[in-house]
Nanobody
Framework: QLQLVESGGGLVQPGGSLRLSCVAS????????IGWFRQVSGKEREGVSCIASSGGSTNYADSVKGRFTISRDDAENTVYLQMNSLKPEDTAVYYCNAALWGNHYWGQGTQVTVSS
């Protein structure tokens, strides 16, 4: 069974940067499409960015375009989300998701707080 563990969250000032990591175990990520999602308490989970298998196409929510970059290192079985120019509205729990043939796997999430 594929397991995902996110890390890299924390408290950062507006304008700062963080890099989130999503490390997979139990199976190779090579064939999975990977997405980063975020959720604020009381609100629905929203998609932030995704990257196709084999390092193909990437997509970003309008709210993060130009500030966030998704990448993957299949040799390390890891997906990253580089977040720059962070804003208070980026505060949320960030989750990674791996999807293949209708099966979805989620990590436990990592908290990102942007505040002065």
């Amino acid at each position: 069974q594929l397991q995902l563990v996110e890390s890299g969250g924390g408290l950062v000032q507006p304008g700062g940067s963080l890099r989130l990591s999503c490390v997979a175990s139990g199976y190779t990520l090579d064939y999975y499409n990977i997405g980063w999602f975020r959720q604020v308490s009381g609100k629905e989970r929203e998609g932030v960015s995704c990257i196709a298998s084999s390092g193909g196409s990437t997509n970003y929510a309008d709210s993060v375009k130009g500030r966030f970059t998704i990448s993957r290192d299949d040799a390390e079985n890891t997906v990253y989300l580089q977040m720059n120019s962070l804003k208070p509205e980026d505060t949320a729990v960030y989750y990674c998701n791996a999807a293949l043939w209708g099966n979805h796997y989620w990590g436990q999430g990592t908290q990102v707080t942007v505040s002065s």
